[in-house]
């Protein structure tokens, strides 16, 4: 990735062999020719070494050095395993602080993971994962809006660092708005009130009203499949 560092070391290694270029044309030319104008010496010196002649003797010279030093060891690339430092780059002002409470997963993180949950073909770190997941939301600051992972129509920039998806956390409320937004009723200080039910609570709403002691069993089936399990066991208790 090119970045303001890289761009400034390539533009001093080309300033060091054009540098390089011009002492091999002084140390080439013949002192005893007089030029009448500084065109026609640059002209000739051009003729007699290119620049393209100056890179192969550079070359030639690295890889006799290298030849002779065997015991110097070249630098090394750092692997994968090493981890990355933080960024300690200021956003806004701030430092960010670097959190420990977010998931590890040993492979690479899907791009789509709610579309492989919501047709079963999750990995089974995937499905553990967003199993146990009981909601770490974060709202990006710079502002960033994803598209949301579970409904994939609305833009959000709230993301849960638990179960890594983009999650939408409300609907705006408009006159235009025909569809009807599904509610939860919450007792509050002794009175009903309602609150929306959205992508993010859809999707954590399993872990809130599981038991602690519950086993996390991964359901291999599609959701579809389990919700309909769950509703015929729910009329059988009550039957």
Same mark, same amino acid.
């Given at each position: 990735?090119?970045?303001?560092?890289?761009?400034?070391?390539?533009?001093?290694?080309?300033?060091?062999?054009?540098?390089?270029?011009?002492?091999?044309?002084?140390? !080439?030319?013949?002192?005893?020719?007089?030029?009448?104008?500084?065109?026609?010496?640059?002209?000739?010196?051009?003729?007699?070494?290119?620049?393209?002649?100056?890179?192969?003797?550079?070359?030639?010279?690295?890889?006799?050095?290298?030849?002779?030093?065997?015991?110097?060891?070249?630098?090394?690339?750092?692997?994968?395993?090493?981890?990355?430092?933080?960024?300690?780059?200021?956003?806004?002002?701030?430092?960010?602080?670097?959190?420990?409470?977010?998931?590890?997963?040993?492979?690479?993180?899907?791009?789509?993971?709610?579309?492989?949950?919501?047709?079963?073909?999750?990995?089974?770190?995937?499905?553990?994962?967003?199993?146990?997941?009981?909601?770490?939301?974060?709202?990006?600051?710079?502002?960033?809006?994803?598209?949301?992972?579970? =409904?994939?129509?609305?833009?959000?920039?709230?993301?849960?660092?638990? =179960?890594?998806?983009?999650?939408?956390?409300?609907?705006?409320?408009?006159?235009?708005?025909?569809?009807?937004?599904?509610?939860?009723?919450?007792?509050?200080?002794?009175? !009903?009130?309602?609150?929306?039910?959205?992508?993010?609570?859809?999707?954590?709403?399993?872990?809130?009203?599981?038991?602690?002691? !519950?086993?996390?069993?991964?359901?291999?089936?599609?959701? !579809?499949?389990?919700?309909?399990?769950?509703?015929?066991?729910?009329?059988?208790?009550?039957?």
């Amino acid at each position: 990735m090119l970045n303001a560092e890289t761009a400034a070391c390539n533009r001093l290694l080309m300033i060091v062999f054009v540098l390089c270029h011009r002492l091999f044309q002084i140390f !080439d030319a013949n002192h005893h020719d007089h030029y009448s104008s500084l065109r026609n010496y640059r002209h000739a010196a051009s003729a007699r070494t290119t620049f393209h002649l100056t890179l192969l003797h550079c070359d030639r010279i690295f890889k006799s050095e290298l030849l002779q030093n065997p015991q110097q060891q070249s630098p090394r690339t750092p692997t994968n395993n090493q981890q990355r430092q933080p960024s300690r780059r200021r956003v806004d002002g701030m430092i960010p602080q670097v959190i420990n409470f977010g998931t590890n997963l040993s492979i690479d993180t899907p791009r789509k993971i709610g579309s492989m949950v919501r047709a079963g073909k999750a990995p089974r770190e995937i499905q553990q994962m967003v199993r146990k997941c009981n909601g770490k939301p974060m709202m990006s600051q710079p502002h960033v809006e994803k598209r949301c992972s579970w =409904c994939k129509k609305r833009k959000t920039a709230w993301y849960c660092v638990g =179960c890594k998806r983009w999650l939408c956390t409300h609907r705006r409320n408009t006159k235009n708005n025909q569809k009807k937004t599904p509610l939860y009723l919450v007792p509050v200080q002794g009175k !009903d009130m309602t609150f929306q039910q959205c992508c993010f609570q859809i999707t954590h709403e399993e872990a809130w009203g599981r038991d602690p002691g !519950d086993d996390l069993q991964v359901w291999s089936g599609s959701p !579809d499949q389990k919700r309909a399990r769950r509703v015929s066991a729910s009329r059988s208790s009550e039957e």
